[in-house]
């Protein structure tokens, strides 16, 4: 058993002083005092303490990306979110070959289970199943209609598939997989579909949205599309919060209508924790400059956001209180997925952070072991 002294604990959407938390692989309790059979004791020194975060789109990061379909590449992953308070992570996909695809989805399969950093807890696939009008970052010339023969063998491991639903055969893919598959997550996204459409696939199984605004038709006071959908709907959403993606007056507005539905994500790709210069996503050249990704023609390629920068963005610019933004990268996403992550409870896995008013990361806490000290 091991403890956490001196620390604000953020306890059921509160801050708890004055309180040890007593954990091993799982959170046990929290203590008035420590027990004899503790047999580590970590201060905090006052600061927060935190669930982990979880990140469900997130492509790469120091240097490294899903799409190298190695455990190498994985595992560089793994280990550098730990920095940016992350324990665990969709590995994310781009649309690539459908032997591309198959690569990065088999290697995710066969070695997830083995990263020492950051927990991978499935895969988001993010394409090839888009619309190709809206196609931002992704490589039109890979999208295809939805099937679930290029999918089939990886089911289990897949958590959440990003879709345009107006696209021939989405209504039936989404469907079927709701029916069958309902630990995968269905979200819109890389998608024009109208307001209409929008809230009839929300019907066949559509849940989520991806990265709200973001390669999707605008908002119109006449024509609401797919934001005026989400807006109108209790489905969950996510968003980039590096104030590239998206002015700090949306996020704030975001926040205001989608309140607990709304997840922060990073969509970083390999340049995250790096610096300034050339790199590649989905096989198309990226430069990053100044904390924005774009490709040559100047289409945003991602991000190198870290998820505790997003919550310090979002707590400064967009009006969320520090519960809110802890939240909606811990609470809210572990319950999207369904798994027994994101909370201070006993039972729950033992993924925390310790992180100061400026949510700099002190210690990254992951099943019970400390994996990062800053």
Excluded at 39 to 46: F, L, M, R, T
Excluded at 182 to 205: M, Y
Excluded at 238 to 247: C, E, R
Aim: charged share 25%.
């Amino acid at each position: 058993m091991k403890t956490i002294i001196n620390a604000k604990l953020i306890v059921d959407d509160r801050i708890v002083e004055g309180k040890q938390l007593l954990f091993d692989d799982k959170i046990i309790s929290l203590s008035d005092e420590t027990p004899a059979e503790c047999v580590e004791i970590i201060d905090a020194g006052g600061a927060y303490v935190s669930p982990g975060f979880i990140d469900i789109h997130i492509h790469g990061s120091g240097g490294a990306d899903v799409m190298d379909s190695t455990p190498e590449a994985l595992q560089t992953i793994s280990s550098i979110l730990l920095r940016t308070g992350t324990t665990s992570f969709l590995a994310t996909t781009m649309t690539m070959s459908e032997k591309a695809i198959d690569k990065a989805l088999r290697n995710v399969k066969e070695h997830a289970e083995t990263m020492e950093g950051a927990k991978i807890l499935g895969i988001h696939l993010e394409g090839p199943f888009l619309n190709p009008e809206k196609h931002g970052a992704q490589d039109r010339q890979y999208i295809r209609e939805p099937s679930i023969e290029l999918i089939e063998p990886y089911l289990d491991q897949i958590r959440m598939i990003t879709i345009a639903p107006e696209m021939p055969e989405a209504e039936s893919f989404i469907k079927y997989l709701s029916k069958h598959y309902p630990h995968i997550v269905l979200s819109i996204g890389h998608s024009e579909a109208t307001f209409e459409q929008s809230k009839e696939s929300f019907d066949w199984g559509i849940s989520h949205a991806t990265h709200l605004f973001n390669a999707m038709n605008p908002y119109h006071h006449r024509k609401p599309g797919i934001v005026g959908a989400v807006f109108d709907s209790d489905i969950s959403c996510d968003i980039i919060a590096d104030l590239v993606h998206t002015h700090p007056s949306v996020l704030k507005l975001v926040h205001r209508v989608k309140g607990e539905r709304l997840i922060l994500i990073t969509d970083a790709m390999r340049a995250g924790c790096m610096k300034n210069g050339i790199y590649d996503l989905g096989g198309r050249r990226v430069t990053v400059e100044e904390g924005k990704a774009t490709l040559d023609d100047g289409t945003l390629a991602g991000s190198v956001l870290k998820m505790n920068d997003a919550l310090k963005h979002m707590t400064e610019a967009a009006g969320m209180t520090l519960i809110e933004a802890v939240n909606a990268v811990t609470k809210v996403p572990g319950e999207k997925l369904g798994l027994k992550k994101g909370e201070l409870k006993s039972g729950y896995d033992a993924d925390m952070v310790i992180f100061d008013e400026d949510f700099s990361i002190i210690t990254t806490i992951v099943n019970g072991e400390v994996k990062y000290k800053g």
